[in-house]
């Protein structure tokens, strides 16, 4: 079956720090992977997205790496600031259903000056 | 533009209480979803659109009736609601629910909906 695991918050950072949240994934042939983020009262946004294996998805600093070998799609920025506190969800879409996400549990994510 | 909307942004309401969620968007997106987001927890989908047919229905409770009006319009009719029901209802389209396509999601800003 379809699982994303992730790294476990809350996480808390001083502005400019390097930043790592880890993801790895259990799926039925290759899905598309993703990380999306929530600020505080509102809904998800695209941050990244990778669709196949050694794909790097950036946006705004941050970066992950679709990597098949050790089915992990870790999210990076090397130098965070404070408007990047927020909820960081990694998620797979479906390869068998109809284009479903599979979410894990959420990184709360507090940088502080 | 890649703009979801919902409204309302916030709904209060009772037990015999009926409402209704609405979700629009001008993507030409022929998927749409509806997600259910408890306090610190991720997204569960509810129901999944697809040309306007209903193709996924996550065993949720008869009190919660989707409805897919047109290819840009997707409501959630609310009826007997439960207090556990209060949640952040998300909406979100793609360009299509193909399976394997791994088509963007984009998701509105929510209905926060508490039930008294």
């Known amino acids: 079956g379809n699982s994303v695991t992730q790294m476990e918050g809350p996480v808390t950072l001083s502005e400019e720090a390097f930043l790592t949240i880890n993801c790895t994934y259990t799926a039925t042939g290759y899905p598309s992977l993703f990380w999306y983020v929530q600020y505080p009262g509102e809904g998800l946004q695209l941050l990244l997205k990778?669709?196949?294996?050694?794909d790097k998805g950036s946006n705004k600093g941050f970066e992950a790496t679709y990597r098949k070998e050790t089915t992990s799609f870790h999210l990076e920025k090397g130098s965070v600031q404070v408007s990047d506190s927020a909820v960081y969800f990694c998620?797979?879409?479906?390869?068998?259903?109809?284009?479903?996400?599979?979410f894990g549990t959420g990184t709360r994510l507090t940088v502080i000056p | 533009d890649t703009e979801v909307t919902q409204t309302p942004k916030h709904l209060v309401m009772g037990m015999t209480n009926k409402k209704s969620l609405k979700c629009e968007q001008h993507m030409g997106h022929r998927a749409m979803y509806w997600y259910k987001q408890k306090a610190k927890k991720p997204p569960e989908l509810m129901f999944v659109?697809?040309?306007?047919?209903?193709?996924i229905n996550e065993s949720v409770p008869s009190r919660f009736s989707p409805e897919c009006p047109n290819s840009s319009l997707l409501n959630l009719h609310l009826h007997a609601l439960q207090p556990e029901d209060s949640a952040l209802y998300l909406c979100?389209?793609?360009?299509?629910?193909?399976?394997?396509?791994?088509?963007?999601?984009?998701f509105g800003p929510g209905t926060r909906l508490t039930v008294l």
């Open positions: 990778a669709t196949k294996a050694d």
């Open positions: 979100a389209s793609s360009l299509s629910s193909r399976p394997g396509s791994g088509d963007t999601q984009y």
């Open positions: 659109y697809s040309y306007e047919k209903l193709s």
């Open positions: 998620a797979l879409s479906d390869q068998t259903g109809a284009n479903n996400l599979f």
